[in-house]
């Protein structure tokens, strides 16, 4: 904001460990020759070897502008301009054995979160250079009113009464999960939410806009033994209000269509959730399917892109696909394989991220993406830890930039998110989990009825139940063992190994089906 306030360009550099000194350099160079302000993100997270040669990179561009500064210490014809640092350039200097230009009002400025993971200790010659500011938590209250001002609330100051109590109730009454941000960044996303509402229905009172705000954008990622004390907050908070939730009937109907058709259930839970995956992905560029194995997620994403690719006047599939996905894992492969690495020759060699997301960016047509397709979704299926993630941080916030170490930056484009697909969310930090949308899915709310349900009519189909007796009889015996079964065993019994309910259903139904065949 002050850089633009200054008519200034800032960059911003996401760091990571792969960093060499000679990518510092060529950045250093940049900004000295163009006068920008250069923004570098997670800056502890550079190895501290690369980090003690930048201190003696950014202590020469320093020098030269401390020494500039003075007409007299420049050459002949630079000595006119006026002193200090004016926006033009003042001389020329030699910086990693080239000489280049310099225009003085180049700015460098770091941000890092001491004490992560893979972070490592600035060391003291690097500190001595740069002026330090210690960050608190900032008073959300008056961002709170100011942004529901700008979104055209009128009774802004005590609806953001309202709107700061709740999340600090929340903070302090629901259980402590990891995926929880009651910050500035969970904030803005529903404050933004509150503004399509309200531009969307601008009759409707107020306090009911945002009361739909924040109960409709808070209660997907809210386990369910803790939606019931939210739920009964956000009704002290707003007495005497109730509001239904807002539905979009078209697009409930198109994902039982596309269920039906895929062969799966179009139970109540799974359309809801599905539908509350749509709400994250048009607020949020990146978000996360949080639940534990055989929950439905990769079901939720896949339901959702068949919705997008459904065409309402033939009922079938488009042959020309809207929403396009790629879906990798992140595990799979090394953090110089996902991202790309620079090479001892200085040859940039792409990664899978990388490469993906180019391509989806430019509408590279030999990759098969296109200006057509409007939905276009990174899928990152695997276990989340600070190492591989944090190089991410750009990408999910408001810069919407994929910095690779080349020095390129590849934007997200406006049709372009991130999904990620986890089962927990231990090992990330907590600059991960408030930048991503989350949706928790218990593992009661798909749970393994839909699994039987389809099973047996599968069985159907194939011809193996020509009578229906197996559709009859099986669902009573289903309902009759297997809740008590799994309360039985739940109170008397040690597991040796602990397995999933969707497991234990579903090696149960394969004992059946190969006694039944």
């Known amino acids: 904001d002050l850089a633009r306030a200054l008519a200034l360009p800032c960059y911003v550099f996401n760091c990571s460990d792969q960093m060499n000194y000679q990518t510092m350099a060529d950045i250093f160079r940049g900004l000295a020759q163009t006068g920008g302000w250069g923004c570098f993100d997670e800056f502890n997270r550079i190895q501290i070897e690369v980090l003690s040669v930048v201190a003696t990179q950014v202590k020469t561009v320093q020098d030269y502008v401390k020494k500039f500064a003075n007409p007299a210490n420049r050459d002949?014809?630079?000595?006119?301009?006026?002193?200090?640092?004016?926006?033009?350039?003042?001389?020329?200097?030699?910086?990693?054995?080239?000489?280049?230009?310099?225009?003085?009002?180049?700015?460098?400025?770091?941000t890092m979160n001491p004490g992560y993971a893979g972070r490592t200790e600035l060391p003291e010659n690097l500190k001595a250079l740069f002026r330090s500011c210690a960050m608190i938590r900032p008073d959300l209250k008056p961002i709170c009113e100011n942004m529901l001002m700008s979104e055209g609330f009128q009774s802004a100051r005590t609806l953001?009464?309202?709107?700061?109590?709740?999340?600090?109730?929340?903070?302090?009454?629901?259980?402590?999960?990891?995926?929880?941000?009651?910050?500035?960044?969970?904030?803005?996303?529903?404050?933004?939410?509150?503004?399509?509402?309200?531009?969307?229905?601008?009759?409707?009172?107020?306090?009911?806009?945002?009361?739909?705000?924040?109960?409709?954008?808070?209660?997907?990622?809210?386990?369910?033994?803790?939606?019931?004390?939210?739920?009964?907050?956000?009704a002290d908070l707003f007495m005497g209000l109730d509001v239904p939730p807002k539905v979009d009937e078209s697009l409930?109907?198109?994902?039982?269509?596309?269920?039906?058709?895929?062969?799966?259930?179009?139970d109540e839970l799974f359309v809801l959730k599905t539908l509350q995956f749509k709400e994250l992905l048009d607020v949020r560029p990146s978000?996360?399917?949080?639940?534990?194995?055989?929950?439905?997620?990769?079901?939720?994403?896949?339901?959702?892109?068949?919705?997008?690719?459904?065409?309402?006047?033939?009922?079938?599939?488009?042959?020309?696909?809207?929403?396009?996905?790629e879906t990798v894992n992140p595990k799979a492969v090394t953090g110089d394989e996902l991202y790309g690495y620079m090479t001892l020759a200085k040859d940039w060699k792409d990664g899978v991220l990388s490469i993906i997301m180019r391509g989806m960016s430019k509408n590279m047509n030999e990759q098969n993406f296109h200006d057509y397709?409007?939905?276009?979704?990174?899928?990152?299926?695997?276990?989340?830890?600070?190492?591989?993630?944090?190089?991410?941080?750009?990408?999910?916030?408001?810069?919407?930039?994929?910095?690779?170490?080349?020095?390129?930056?590849?934007?997200?484009?406006?049709?372009m998110r991130m999904v990620f697909e986890i089962s927990s969310l231990k090992n990330a930090t907590p600059a991960t989990v408030s930048r991503a949308g989350i949706l928790y899915i218990n593992e009661t709310d798909v749970g393994w009825r839909p699994f039987v349900d389809s099973w047996l009519l599968h069985r159907?189909?194939?011809?193996?139940?020509?009578?229906?007796?197996?559709?009859?009889?099986?669902?009573?015996?289903?309902?009759?063992?297997?809740?008590?079964?799994?309360?039985?065993?739940?109170?008397?019994?040690?597991?040796?190994?602990?397995?999933?309910?969707?497991?234990?259903?579903?090696t149960a139904t394969y004992l059946l089906e190969a006694l039944l065949d």
């Open 76 to 110: 002949l014809e630079y000595q006119h301009l006026p002193p200090g640092m004016p926006p033009v350039k003042v001389g020329e200097f030699p910086f990693e054995g080239d000489v280049i230009s310099l225009i003085p009002t180049c700015g460098l400025f770091i």
């Open 160 to 234: 953001a009464i309202k709107f700061v109590t709740l999340y600090q109730l929340s903070s302090e009454l629901l259980s402590k999960q990891v995926h929880y941000d009651w910050g500035l960044r969970a904030v803005k996303s529903v404050l933004r939410v509150a503004g399509m509402l309200k531009r969307g229905e601008p009759d409707l009172e107020e306090a009911q806009i945002l009361m739909r705000a924040l109960r409709d954008f808070n209660t997907p990622k809210i386990p369910s033994h803790d939606t019931p004390i939210f739920l009964r907050l956000i």
């Open 252 to 266: 409930k109907e198109t994902i039982v269509r596309v269920a039906k058709r895929t062969k799966l259930q179009s």
């Open 287 to 325: 978000v996360m399917l949080l639940g534990p194995a055989g929950c439905g997620k990769t079901a939720i994403w896949k339901t959702l892109a068949g919705a997008h690719n459904w065409d309402h006047e033939k009922q079938d599939f488009k042959t020309k696909r809207t929403c396009v996905y």
């Open 373 to 415: 397709q409007t939905y276009k979704w990174v899928v990152l299926d695997g276990d989340i830890d600070a190492v591989w993630i944090e190089s991410m941080n750009t990408v999910m916030d408001d810069n919407k930039v994929l910095t690779l170490v080349s020095n390129e930056r590849v934007p997200l484009s406006d049709a």
């Open 460 to 506: 159907e189909e194939a011809g193996l139940d020509t009578n229906g007796t197996e559709r009859s009889c099986i669902p009573g015996l289903y309902d009759k063992y297997i809740e008590t079964l799994v309360e039985m065993t739940r109170k008397g019994f040690k597991e040796i190994t602990p397995i999933r309910l969707l497991n234990k259903v579903c």
